[in-house]
């Protein structure tokens, strides 16, 4: 059917596939999204993450327009995606609330996640290994 609008004929019905030159935006997992989403809404839209080389890499706007990228000790891996959230708070609160410069935060914050990573490694060393052949039988 054609409509007669302005002495033009338009069709009504619109193509069913439009063919984009563009080639069409990668889709991310669902982990990423939900990082970049806590990101852009808990911390501040100028915090952002993308991935380099097989590697979590943080992305800052400043405020003059400046942008600096800073790579995080975390593969990118969908396992890591509560640490790296993590990482990024701590980080994100020293550098804005404390006003420590952006490298000594990071260092700062990568020294105190490997000390709470030991602990917690040494910690374990009291409990009984149930593959352990010393573990004695039990007995009914």
Do not use: C
């Not at 000790?73 to 994100?92: A, L």
């Amino acid at each position: 059917m054609v409509l007669n609008i302005f002495n033009q004929e338009l069709p009504l019905e619109l193509p069913l596939k439009v063919h984009s030159p563009m080639k069409a935006r990668s889709t991310s997992e669902e982990w990423v999204r939900s990082v970049r989403s806590y990101l852009s809404n808990q911390l501040n839209s100028n915090w952002q993450i993308t991935q380099n080389k097989g590697k979590v890499m943080l992305g800052i706007r400043w405020a003059d327009g400046d942008r600096t990228y800073k790579y995080l000790p975390f593969r990118w891996e969908r396992t890591n995606h509560g640490k790296i959230q993590s990482f990024i708070e701590e980080v994100h609160d020293l550098v804005i609330n404390k006003k420590v410069g952006l490298n000594e935060a990071l260092e700062r914050v990568k020294k105190t996640q490997s000390e709470s990573l030991k602990a917690a490694k040494s910690g374990n060393k009291n409990r009984i290994d149930v593959r352990s052949p010393f573990v004695p039988p039990l007995l009914f």
